[in-house]
């Protein structure tokens, strides 16, 4: 058999090859394909879980006061019943610490606007 013939040994197996690495490609590419959101496409976008509301734990004059919502920490806030000082304790916390230490508390109190004096 000539070496150039198309159906020589090796031209075959080159060829055989070549089509398992093609299959591949393809195969990944619809794997891709499937997870991709295109906008206006009957396929929705996937929804994030929703999220569960911070349970929050202050302690005011000595005492455990909550479980609180972030409404409730706002007005405490407002309020001046409590400060970046005040200690606090959310679930999976495994002890108590200043409301500086705890990025979800310090966000709340961050993003509130302070009291307007009249």
């Known amino acids: 058999m000539n070496d150039n013939n198309f159906f020589s040994v090796d031209r075959l197996v080159e060829f055989g090859m070549g089509m398992a690495m093609a299959q591949q490609m393809v195969n990944t590419m619809n794997q891709s394909m499937k ?8 396929q929705s976008m996937p929804q994030p879980a929703p999220q569960q509301p911070n349970i929050i734990y202050v302690g005011i004059d000595g005492k455990q006061v909550g479980p609180l919502n972030e409404s409730e920490i706002i007005t405490l806030v407002n309020n001046r019943r409590i400060n970046k000082d005040t200690l606090a304790w959310m679930p999976g916390m495994p002890a108590w610490k ?6 979800e508390i310090l966000k709340i109190i961050a993003l509130t606007p302070p009291p307007i004096n009249t």
Not at 35 to 42: D, E, F, K, L, R
Not at 98 to 103: G, N
Request: a negative charge; hydrophobic letters at 35%.
């Open 98 to 103: 200043p409301i500086e230490q705890v990025p």
């Open 35 to 42: 997870q991709m959101y295109v906008p206006g496409s009957i």
